[in-house]
């Protein structure tokens, strides 16, 4: 028999989170703004050691989403890369998509409707409605999953506060 319960089944979960009154994220607010800055005091220009320590990327990542059209890095007349602000900027935004889960090849296909200009906004405009009702069906499951977790914790006379 099958002893982690009703969290044996993926099927049980996802309807378990559906029935999970999680409360609802707060609308866009200054904190969350903050998450797709770059941190105060940035160079204009990164060498790539820089932009990694700057981003908590590796270079290894960094190259990779050059080389798969991500980003685009500049480079100096040594031939080494080089990160503006805007290259930067969009590393950050890349790194919250994959945070939450959303595949190179759907940030790929975003990044490809942004070059075709303002005419593709509709498309993109569904792509991040779709990823959001994705991440909060995540957040649901995650938060019935910490449910279950907090119990057992109580069952065993352990604490679940901060």
Known sequence: ???TGVLSSSDRLHAL???YDAPEPSPMDHELLQLL????????VLTIAEAAAATGLTA???RY????????AGRDE?????????ALARVVFITRLRLSD???STISHYMDLVLQGDSTAPQRLALMQEHRATIQRRLRELQAA????????????GDCTP
């Not at 040594?78 to 805007?86: F, K, L, V």
């Not at 910490?146 to 006379?157: E, N, R, S």
């Open 1 to 3: 028999m099958n002893t």
């Open 78 to 86: 040594a031939g080494y890369r080089q990160y503006d602000r805007q």
């Open 65 to 72: 989403y050059e080389r798969v059209g991500l980003i685009v």
């Open 60 to 62: 290894h990542t960094l």
């Open 37 to 44: 800055e770059l941190p105060a005091g940035l160079p204009d």
């Open 102 to 104: 959303m595949p190179i």
């Open 17 to 19: 989170a559906e029935h």
């Open 146 to 157: 910490l449910a279950v977790t907090d119990y057992k914790i109580a069952t065993y006379g």
